[in-house]
């Protein structure tokens, strides 16, 4: 009798543990626009459903290693995000652009006296 009071609590500590766990996640406050992957900090990244600080740091990571990201589906490439976990991200986020080239600064030089 007493292996099946402990299993009974036992079961019931970890339900009160899940419900917890759910109730934390479901107050994740989703951002409000589209994140920029190429912008955006640890903390905004966070933002996202999905991401923490773990993953937040990996696609930091791979942004500096890697350079831009030139689309969404790069994030496949950052460890934790499998297709299903990209799909969930995919209105979330976007790539935005890279910043126009500065002219050279050549074409600033004037040109010689005649």
Same mark, same amino acid.
């Given at each position: 009798m007493l292996p099946t009071r402990i299993f009974a609590r036992i079961l019931a500590v970890a339900l009160?543990?899940?419900a917890f766990g759910a109730a934390a996640a479901a107050q994740k406050q989703l951002p409000a @626009?589209?994140?920029?992957?190429? *912008? #955006?900090n640890v903390k905004e990244l966070q933002e996202l459903p999905g991401v923490g600080p773990v993953t937040a740091q990996r696609i930091i990571d791979l942004r500096q290693k890697s350079g831009?990201? @030139?689309?969404?589906?790069?994030? *496949? #490439?950052?460890?934790?995000?499998?297709?299903?976990k990209l799909d969930a991200l995919r209105p979330y986020v976007?790539?935005?652009?890279?910043?126009?080239?500065?002219?050279?600064?050549? @074409?600033?030089?004037?040109?010689?006296?005649?």
């Open positions: 009160v543990l899940v @626009k589209p994140i920029d992957l190429n *912008l #955006a831009r990201f @030139k689309r969404v589906e790069d994030l *496949l #490439a950052v460890r934790g995000i499998s297709q299903k976007i790539v935005s652009a890279p910043p126009p080239a500065t002219p050279s600064a050549q @074409k600033n030089i004037p040109a010689p006296k005649k």
